[in-house]
């Protein structure tokens, strides 16, 4: 048998469950039943796979045809999707995510979705924090580009042989 550390659940309304670590046949992650037309955050934490140092850039949610899903949110190494379940049963959801290394790290959800109906059709609420979607590779290129390359006297980003720094005003 071989060790291999996992990610961990983050529960809706950001509530962490243990962090789970094991064996190649680990338990399987899963976040609290639901119900169908039902919805939520729904948050996986990758700090246990990460390397050291390694941070989340890129990260994708896959309910498949079971939930519809309303956006999706960083928050330094937990990744987090507003989903509404629009099929019921048993669902598998995939989550993975591109770490700075350019390594992919993946992980596999379940859930169990009833067939009754929620009471209240969900609706989304707002995504948390402000519309990234604009940053990328290329624009934080042309950011980093853009920058000083020795720290400015009266403190801000310079950019220090390609790896953004920041000095504090002196």
């Known amino acids: 048998m071989s060790w291999r550390p996992s990610a961990r659940?983050?529960?809706?309304?950001?509530?962490?469950t243990a962090q789970l670590r094991g064996m190649a046949l680990q338990p399987p992650l899963a976040w609290p039943d639901n119900n169908i037309n039902g919805g939520a955050d729904y948050s996986v934490d990758f700090s246990a796979i990460?390397?050291?140092?390694?941070?989340?850039?890129?990260?994708?949610?896959d309910a498949g045809s079971a939930g519809s899903q309303s956006w999706t949110y960083l928050s330094g190494t937990t990744v987090t999707a507003w989903i509404k379940w629009v099929q019921s049963g048993a669902i598998p959801v995939t989550v993975c995510v591109l770490?700075?290394?350019?390594?992919?790290?993946?992980a596999t959800v379940s859930i169990?979705?009833?067939?009754?109906?929620?009471?209240?059709?969900?609706?989304?609420?707002?995504?948390?924090?402000?519309?990234?979607?604009?940053?990328?590779?290329?624009?934080?290129?042309?950011?980093?580009?853009?920058?000083?390359?020795?720290?400015?006297?009266?403190?801000?980003w310079w950019n220090n042989a390609n790896i953004p720094t920041y000095e504090a005003p002196s």
């Open 9 to 16: 659940i983050v529960r809706p309304g950001g509530c962490a």
């Open 50 to 61: 990460l390397g050291p140092g390694e941070s989340v850039q890129a990260l994708a949610f």
């Open 99 to 106: 770490g700075s290394s350019g390594a992919t790290y993946q």
């Open 112 to 156: 169990i979705v009833s067939s009754t109906p929620s009471l209240v059709d969900a609706s989304p609420p707002s995504a948390p924090g402000i519309d990234i979607s604009a940053v990328n590779s290329a624009t934080m290129s042309a950011w980093l580009d853009s920058l000083p390359t020795s720290p400015p006297s009266g403190g801000g």
